[in-house]
């Protein structure tokens, strides 16, 4: 029974079913004209008529065809009205759409499979595409009011404290200075949201241009260099000389972020290495730390918005979850591709690769 069902599924059933349905009309056709052939002298004869051959010929042409349009008018509206059931069913499912219900899915029909099968497999696809984006926009939201009512509600509370007039000077200005840090959170939340959105808008400019690549990554380690010279932790460049054609402001947050997050989570005295490869059509930029690492579950939603592996310490160093995303969609923007190798308590990689549109310049140095 199964077998007969998956079979009356596939494209030589719905070839079966259009040859039979050609036969059904052709012998109607011919089941009319053979009725009318045989009926039609019968009523000359009734009525007294005489034609000759040609239009005795046309007579019966004209019967068979009334025949066949009494016929078709008993079954026609039988499949009309299926035709029109299905047919209601795709607008009622794309009302519902644009009334905001993406829990839509249209049934097939098998005999209306040619007509509307594109039709309906589009729509339920939409829908679901739809469904998840509205999802994903709920999970937003939720995230960014999150990330903004603890800066709020630490400032309303610090803010409160700074009425009691007992407290010391000591103690009003560690307020202060807490205040003024969680509203640089606030800022920087806002400044990140704002630079993700206009990156993921198709209108985002992205101005390419030749540039050094290798002096690039030079020059953002040396502007790091009080972060992680505090910690005391060594820092490894080993970099082609390399140009590329890209958006040199644009690379530079790439870089300014992978560079901050491998400071920021790796302990004193540890090991940074900064690795850059080229060949004929690519560029490979390495940053690998000897840092705390992440849990490998955690791995595939690194890149996802306001993600956080270790949620302490980043709330700590004033992470928001937005950098590695805004990382992914640079990275995206210029056709590369950016992954990532973490072993817990061992450290991480971020590899980031992106095509070369320029000619390589030398090799390591």
Do not use: C
Request: aromatic share 10%; hydrophobic share 45%; charged share 20%.
């Amino acid at each position: 029974m199964q077998k007969i069902k998956a079979f009356m599924k596939t494209k030589a059933w719905r070839r079966i079913k259009f040859i039979f349905s050609i036969a059904t009309i052709l012998f109607m056709m011919f089941g009319a004209w053979s009725i009318s052939y045989y009926i039609t002298p019968l009523l000359m004869k009734w009525f007294g008529w005489e034609f000759s051959d040609y239009w005795a010929f046309v007579v019966v042409g004209v019967v068979a065809l009334l025949l066949l349009s009494a016929v078709m008018s008993i079954f026609v509206p039988f499949a009309r009205n299926k035709h029109l059931v299905f047919y209601q069913s795709i607008v009622d499912a794309v009302k519902r759409i644009s009334k905001g219900d993406f829990d839509v899915t249209i049934k097939p029909n098998e005999d209306f499979e040619d007509e509307y099968g594109t039709l309906v497999e589009s729509i339920n696809q939409m829908a679901g595409e739809l469904g998840l984006m509205e999802k994903m926009r709920q999970e937003f939201i939720s995230n960014v009011s999150h990330e903004i009512q603890s800066p709020l509600t630490s400032i309303r509370g610090f803010a409160r404290a700074l009425q009691n007039d007992e407290l010391s000077e000591l103690e009003r200005q560690h307020y202060l200075q807490i205040i003024e840090l969680e509203t640089m959170r606030l800022s920087k939340l806002s400044d990140n949201l704002l630079k993700l959105t206009s990156l993921e808008s198709d209108h985002h400019p992205v101005e390419p241009q030749f540039f050094r690549l290798d002096s690039q990554l030079r020059n953002l380690v040396l502007v790091s260099e009080p972060q992680w010279s505090a910690k005391g932790l060594e820092m490894d460049l080993n970099l082609d000389k390399v140009g590329i054609h890209a958006d040199e402001d644009m690379l530079s947050q790439v870089w300014v972020n992978l560079i901050h997050n491998a400071i920021k989570f790796t302990p004193d005295k540890g090991s940074i290495w900064i690795i850059m490869r080229a060949s004929e059509h690519h560029v490979e930029v390495r940053v690998e730390d000897s840092g705390i690492g992440i849990e490998e579950v955690y791995i595939p939603h690194v890149f996802e918005r306001f993600f956080k592996a270790d949620v302490s310490r980043n709330r700590a160093q004033g992470g928001n979850g937005l950098g590695l995303s805004i990382v992914q969609k640079i990275v995206q923007l210029h056709n590369g591709t950016i992954e990532v190798t973490s072993t817990r308590g061992v450290g991480t990689t971020f590899i980031v690769k992106l095509p070369l549109h320029a000619t390589r310049l030398g090799e390591a140095g």
